[in-house]
Nanobody, 115 residues
């Protein structure tokens, strides 16, 4: 079983930046894929960005050029650096891990972009 603990959410003005962290209880290089999802009120949860065990990254179009997913193997932590934030980025962000055949979720962290 993989435990995921997120941190780093908060309130930021449009154009600002935040960095989310997801600490895993397993060595992240052994995890098939780690990703960040978000869910806004009244909307479905969507994949924002992910990184595979070999370092391949993917992003949804709306965050390309603004968000960066990265990892630190020494800390078993995956990050989501979010720049040039927009009000439409407001959502609860969840860390996700696919480990062997199972899927795991963090508790979520709120990101609010507002002036």
């Amino acid at each position: 079983q993989v435990q995921l603990v997120e941190s780093g959410g908060g309130l930021v003005q449009p154009g600002g930046s935040l960095r989310l962290s997801c600490a895993a209880s397993e060595t992240i290089f052994s995890i098939n894929t780690m990703g960040w999802y978000r869910q806004a009120p009244g909307k479905q949860r969507e994949l924002v960005a992910r990184i595979t065990s070999n370092g391949t990254t993917n992003y949804i179009d709306s965050v390309k050029g603004r968000f960066t997913v990265s990892r630190d193997g020494a800390k078993n932590t995956v990050y989501l650096q979010m720049n040039s934030l927009k009000p439409e980025d407001t959502a609860t962000y969840y860390c996700n891990a696919v480990f062997k055949v199972f899927e795991y979720w963090g508790q979520g962290t709120q990101v609010t972009v507002s002036s």
